[in-house]
């Protein structure tokens, strides 16, 4: 097979899609069409199990796929949030630290008009 280099992109501004689910936090750099630049997730950074949910865990993520994208020349990001997961604002946090100009933050997540029957509740 042929390995495809990745080559450097100059797109200066995109969008990052922060998916906190409650299991793990995965953060995707796109360009304004939806090609993605660069992703990460808590699972990729050595994370596993329970763990993968933390706040810390998210946050080493998102500066993850921050360096990755400001490698192609980002600076200026939308951020779209989704999902009840516990690594959202730690996510956004970090992206901000990495030194990104953030423009917009809208939350995203799906939520039904009485859609499918939610999952019978844990008792602990």
């Known amino acids: 097979q042929k390995v495809r280099r990745r080559e450097k992109k100059n797109i200066s501004s995109g969008v990052a899609h922060v ?25 990729t950074k050595g994370f ?3 763990r993968k949910s933390t706040p810390f865990a998210a946050q080493m993520a998102a500066e993850d796929a921050g360096k ?3 490698e192609h020349g980002m600076k ?7 999902g009840p997961g ?3 604002e730690s996510a ?3 992206l901000q630290s990495v030194g990104f100009q953030i423009t917009s ?4 997540t ?3 008009h009485n859609g499918c029957r939610p999952r019978k509740r844990r008792r602990v």
């Open 19 to 43: 998916n906190a689910s409650f299991n793990n936090t995965m953060i995707t750099i796109t360009d304004a069409q939806g090609n993605t630049i660069a992703w990460s997730s808590s699972g």
């Open 48 to 50: 596993k199990g329970s």
């Open 68 to 70: 990755k994208a400001q």
């Open 76 to 82: 200026i990001l939308d951020v779209e949030v989704c």
């Open 86 to 88: 516990s690594g959202r």
């Open 92 to 94: 956004l946090r970090a």
């Open 105 to 108: 933050i809208r939350d995203v």
């Open 110 to 112: 799906p939520i039904p």
